[in-house]
């Protein structure tokens, strides 16, 4: 079972960057699919980018697509996901979230979660 473990969220303003990073522990990272989810107030979680076990394939949500990039350290067990040209629509609590699977398949099937962090982005 992993532990997952979010950080870098804060308030930013429009136009700006962040890049939230996920430590996970507990078991072997480079078994496991990772996303990063995002839940605004009154909205249901979305999944923003997902990644494979390897690197080697990821998925962007529409609204991700050309500012976030999402991206893996296997040797340091760290998820990471760049936020460039932020919205006050971005603003949400960001979640990481893990699956065990070598699969090409990433938009879903996730069980292991982290606390979340917030992302808050002023106009």
């Known amino acids: 079972q992993v532990q997952l473990a979010e950080s870098g969220g804060g308030l930013v303003q429009a136009g700006g960057s962040l890049r939230l990073s996920c430590a996970a522990s507990g078991d072997t990272f480079s078994s496991y699919a990772m996303g990063w989810f995002r839940q605004a107030p009154g909205k249901e979680r979305e999944l923003t980018a997902g990644i494979t076990w390897s690197g080697g394939n990821t998925y962007y949500a529409d609204s991700a697509k050309g500012r976030f990039t999402i991206s893996r350290d296997n040797a340091k067990n760290t998820v990471y996901l760049q936020m460039n040209s932020l919205k006050p629509e971005d603003t949400a609590v960001y979640y990481c979230?893990?699956?065990?699977?070598?699969?090409?398949?990433?938009?879903?099937?996730?069980?292991?979660w982290g606390q979340g962090t917030q992302v808050t982005v002023s106009s």
């Open positions: 979230a893990a699956k065990r699977s070598k699969s090409w398949y990433v938009v879903s099937g996730y069980d292991y």
